[in-house]
């Protein structure tokens, strides 16, 4: 029996041996020879048997594996969106019922190399802020993410149907800052938030309140070299992108005085009723706002036009907006109150349409890959170094579990794997 010790995707198992459990494959197995069950962890024609109370092992290492078997763990009950190389599911777990959504992409011809990014970066998020990607699964060419399944409704749904008080908005505001201050810790900017992406756990708390969907995600680069340069939503993207020009992690705080500008007045900044594809670009190219329609304190007016500040060196950082006056404004929670909007409101909201154009820039200028592209990239990435923690990872996502009471299977050396000194 032997002692194993986990960091991250980082398996150690002797004093001087690790392995690199990144885009492994996963599977739980029997083997007659031992009473109990086992996980086997293999890559490149090489794999590693484990025995023993596997439970918790597995649960940490199964968002950094690949797993197979997709439709045997789980049932797909309802698709929420389709689009032509993705769509997402509400899926029940067979055994314990419980509901997840499902993110799945078609790997053919798709942007391969930004799927792997964006499963890089989930990787590493663990914020209550931050939706969790908690599995990988491929089937064919097919790749599954799977997450938990928030019930609470995303922000842009719930701002159809309520209007929020001021010290709402700041519960919210804070909420995402909170987020975003984390993934600019990490060096990482998401670069397509609104409302759509804001999702609550349960409607009635929305001090449960998660960022979602990174697909645009990526690590900040000073040389402005992306696999997407030019991306996002056009209404809510920072105007240094659309100008490409090279910008900052700030890219986030302009995208988040959108959303504050809309809780505020219910209304987007650059879109408007009549306009088209190519006149909303050109509004938040121009970046012409008119204030004259916020009402609200002069703390959170302040807040509001240094989020949406044109010159993103004078635009405030996340971490400064997180201490401003308005987010650190005492409030109670008991004194919370949605203000339901009356039956003409909601008729003229509808009409209007302005807080429902969600129209999608995509990769303006962003090279397409090559659909000869093999799939099998995603089990042959090359192992990290060990020896050292990846730059950005959060000193809680470095910290070391050990598990014990583990059989190895000596069956085939694990060559695979770069070894690197245990660490203490």
């Not at 596997?54 to 389709?82: A, G, M």
């Not at 304190?297 to 509001?304: A, I, V």
């Not at 907006?321 to 203000?339: D, K, M, N, V, Y």
């Not at 190895?408 to 000194?421: L, P």
Request: aromatic share 10%; net charge positive; hydrophobic share 35%.
């Amino acid at each position: 029996m032997k002692k194993l010790k986990i960091a991250d995707h980082v398996i150690f198992y002797s004093k001087s041996k690790s392995i690199n459990c990144s885009n492994c494959q996963l599977e739980r197995v029997k083997n007659s020879l031992v009473i109990q069950s086992g996980l086997k962890i293999s890559k490149q024609g090489k794999y590693l048997e484990i025995f023993g109370e596997i439970d918790q092992l597995y649960d940490h290492l199964k968002k950094y594996c690949v797993q197979i078997n997709f439709l045997q763990i789980y049932k797909l009950c309802s698709v929420n969106v389709e689009k032509e190389k993705k769509k997402i599911y509400k899926i029940r777990q067979r055994v314990t019922n419980d509901e997840k959504i499902a993110k799945v992409y078609e790997l053919d011809g798709g942007d391969i190399q930004q799927i792997n990014k964006e499963i890089q970066i989930l990787r590493l998020l663990k914020h209550k802020n931050i939706v969790q990607m908690e599995e990988v699964y491929q089937e064919d060419n097919r790749l599954i993410l799977v997450f938990d399944n928030l019930e609470g409704g995303d922000l842009a749904k719930i701002m159809l149907l309520k209007q929020f008080c001021e010290d709402t908005i700041r519960i919210i505001i804070k909420q995402i800052l909170q987020g975003i201050v984390y993934l600019h810790d990490l060096g990482i900017f998401h670069r397509d938030l609104k409302p759509e992406n804001i999702l609550f756990k349960n409607q009635e708390q929305i001090e449960q309140l998660q960022i979602i969907d990174f697909a645009l995600a990526d690590f900040y680069c000073g040389e402005n070299k992306y696999i997407f340069t030019r991306c996002g939503t056009p209404g809510y993207v920072a105007p240094e992108i659309l100008q490409d020009k090279r910008y900052t992690l700030n890219v986030d705080v302009f995208s988040v005085g959108v959303i504050l500008f809309m809780l505020l007045t219910q209304k987007n900044p650059f879109i408007k009723e009549q306009f088209n594809y190519e006149q909303i670009i050109t509004a938040n190219y121009d970046c012409q706002i008119d204030y004259s329609e916020v009402k609200c304190s002069t703390e959170c007016l302040d807040l509001l036009k240094k989020c949406l500040k044109v010159d993103q060196h004078k635009r405030i950082s996340a971490r400064d907006a997180l201490s401003h006056p308005f987010i650190l404004g005492t409030f109670s929670t008991e004194q919370i109150q949605f203000r339901i909007k009356t039956q003409s409101q909601l008729q003229k909201q509808k009409s209007n349409g302005s807080l429902r154009k969600i129209i999608h820039i995509g990769s303006l200028d962003s090279p397409r890959f090559s659909q000869k592209q093999s799939i099998k990239s995603l089990h042959t990435e090359s192992p990290i170094d060990t020896t050292s923690d990846s730059p950005g990872t959060p000193k809680s996502a470095r910290t070391e579990n050990r598990f014990s009471n583990f059989k190895f299977s000596k069956q085939q050396q694990w060559n695979s794997f770069r070894v690197s000194k245990f660490k203490k």
